[in-house]
């Protein structure tokens, strides 16, 4: 079982529909979690971090926990054609650096 | 801040050819971390220093790999000899907060 798992996508929206992009974990352990996202041929940047259970809002952006189910999500309210990029969920257990998840690749279609 | 500077950003090399890639990592953060990226494999941890010291370099595929961080400023990674399969983009991201990270543009490394 891979540590941080991600379905790979593509996953295709509408422009102006909500994007949700899910991401599991092993590690019960694990304390803080991150959404990075990353362009085509560019390096990954981080959009949103989320420490405890529930939700967490930024502007469109939304991250939400469940520890109990070792869940962890992103929604994108009305998406745009800019967010189309590559997510990647990353997991930090406390005992080593983040392990990244492989990444759900986004399309916005206009 | 110019954020983090990696060189070259592009190196074709051949197979057995030693490989020296470098990181300027952002003024003021106290970690460093390379990571490794291909389409099979994703983002792979191969080490990282806190403070300038190796903490953790269990991702370094074999003894061919080796890193340093002589001072606060500069790292490099090393791959001697290098084999087809190291080819890759490596990243170098540095980082004050922890899991925050900000990456550099990253290395494409090609070996024939």
């Known amino acids: 079982q891979k540590e941080v798992e991600q379905n790979s996508g593509p996953l295709s929206v509408p422009e102006g529909a909500i994007a949700s992009l899910n991401c599991t974990y092993s590690?019960?352990?694990?304390?803080?979690f991150f959404w990075y996202r990353q362009y085509s041929g560019k390096s990954p940047e981080l959009i949103m971090f989320?420490?405890?259970?529930g939700d967490k809002e930024d502007g469109r952006f939304t991250a939400q926990l469940n520890k109990a189910s070792q869940y962890v999500s992103l929604l994108i309210r009305d998406s745009q054609p800019s967010d189309s990029a590559t997510y990647l969920c990353a997991v930090d257990t406390g005992r080593r650096a983040l392990t990244f998840g492989s990444g759900t690749r986004l399309q916005v279609q206009p | 801040d110019a954020g983090v500077i990696q060189s070259p950003r592009h190196e074709v090399t051949e197979m057995g050819q030693e490989v020296t890639l470098r990181c300027k990592p952002i003024?003021?953060?106290?970690?460093l971390f390379w990571y490794r990226q291909t389409m099979m494999r994703g983002l792979e941890l191969l080490i990282y220093?806190?403070?300038?010291?190796?903490?953790?370099d269990s991702g370094m595929p074999e003894d061919r790999f080796s890193a340093k961080m002589p001072n606060a400023s500069f790292s490099t990674l090393k791959i001697q000899p290098s084999e087809p399969r190291d080819s890759a983009v490596y990243f170098c991201?540095?980082?004050?907060?922890?899991?925050?990270?900000?990456f550099g543009e990253g290395s494409r490394l090609t070996v024939l």
């Open positions: 989320i420490y405890s259970n």
């Open positions: 220093f806190n403070n300038n010291v190796p903490i953790d």
């Open positions: 590690d019960r352990g694990s304390q803080s």
């Open positions: 991201a540095s980082s004050f907060s922890p899991g925050e990270l900000f």
């Open positions: 003024s003021g953060h106290n970690s």
